[in-house]
């Protein structure tokens, strides 16, 4: 199997060192011209949460890339997800796959492109961040699940677990929609962490009810789209939604299970903020929540919070506000207004 990554930063570039290290060859694709000169100088380091190394690696720019290729990891954000498949799609064969290893719902437009035959899908949880050129932190270990899009077992996605498990435990799904899924509920809970200039386990610690109503906002949508969530990472889906299937004892010790491992976690802030607040940039919140409102108003859905957390995470990235818990503030009293306390 010959792997191609495309875009080599956070999650890209730790799964790139891995396999290379492994001596699975690998070539790491980036539009960042200056990553891609360090890594070919220096090769690419990875700071990790267990060790740290360094490992010489094929690296190139999008716009030099050739084909044909065989195996294309996919790891861009969510935003360059059709420029970057529209751009190799040329150099794909029949028997190509295009695996996204990338937050969001981002299959669906790879196989709107490429068609389904060729798109694998791939749930990846762990905590990684771009510091610069040539160097990725790896702050904490997770999840990484691969599934067809239609549920079916295949040898392409056997082998493909076979290959990635020099990263760690790689699994196999029939119901890779269910985890994406999952992980968009706890994706809304993340973006409302970036809203203030704090951690991660501090924001979910301190408004645990909101977290839930965000969270249960994106499952409701999931319910009407008849997907069945899955948990992961002490994310359990399904004791936020449904609203009347819920026991605060069993969300209050998955809240502490939960926030526990973000505090053990070297990553301490979202990659959200990291957008926000270091690399000035803009985040995924349109093509990941932003896509979820619509869908959910295809079903009727208002999905109030969420709709208000976008407009803030826009507010944020245009400078008409700043990170403060008083954000926080602003949507917790949306919340009561919308869903009340009597659960809490």
Not at 119 to 130: E, I, Q
């Amino acid at each position: 199997m010959h792997l191609t990554i495309v875009g080599a930063g956070a999650i890209g570039g730790t799964v790139g060192a891995y396999l290379q290290r492994a001596g699975q060859p690998v070539l790491l694709v980036d539009q960042d011209a200056a990553h891609v000169a360090a890594m070919r100088e220096r090769g690419l380091t990875i700071r990790g949460f267990a060790e740290t190394f360094t490992v010489p690696v094929e690296a190139t720019t999008t716009d030099a890339l050739t084909g044909p290729l065989d195996t294309v990891l996919l790891a861009v954000k969510a935003q360059h997800t059709v420029a970057a498949v529209t751009q190799i799609a040329h150099l794909l064969t029949p028997s190509s796959m295009v695996v996204s290893l990338q937050n969001g719902l981002c299959e669906r437009f790879i196989a709107e492109i490429v068609g389904p035959e060729r798109t694998v899908g791939a749930f990846v949880n762990f905590s990684a961040d771009y510091l610069e050129p040539g160097v990725i932190a790896y702050g904490g270990p997770g999840s990484l699940y691969l599934g067809e899009l239609g549920g079916e077992e295949t040898a392409r996605v056997q082998a493909l677990r076979e290959t990635l498990s020099v990263w760690g435990d790689v699994k196999i799904t029939a119901n890779i929609w269910g985890y994406l899924w999952g992980k968009e509920g706890y994706g809304n809970m993340l973006f409302a962490t970036a809203l203030a200039d704090e951690t991660m386990a501090d924001v979910l610690d301190r408004y645990r009810p909101l977290m839930v109503e965000l969270g249960s906002e994106v499952l409701e949508v999931a319910a009407r789209e008849g997907i069945v969530v899955e948990p992961f990472d002490n994310v359990e889906p399904s004791l936020f939604y449904p609203r009347a299937d819920r026991r605060a004892d069993a969300i209050a010790r998955s809240f502490d299970d939960l926030i526990a491992r973000r505090r053990r976690d070297l990553k301490t802030k979202s990659g959200i903020w990291r957008d926000l607040a270091v690399r000035r940039r803009k985040t995924e919140v349109d093509d990941q929540l932003g896509l979820i409102t619509a869908i959910g108003a295809g079903h009727g859905l208002s999905m109030p919070l969420t709709t208000r957390l976008v407009a803030m995470i826009h507010d944020l990235e245009e400078g008409r506000r700043v990170m403060s818990w008083n954000n926080l503030e602003e949507l917790d009293t949306l919340r009561r207004a919308s869903y009340g306390d009597a659960a809490w």
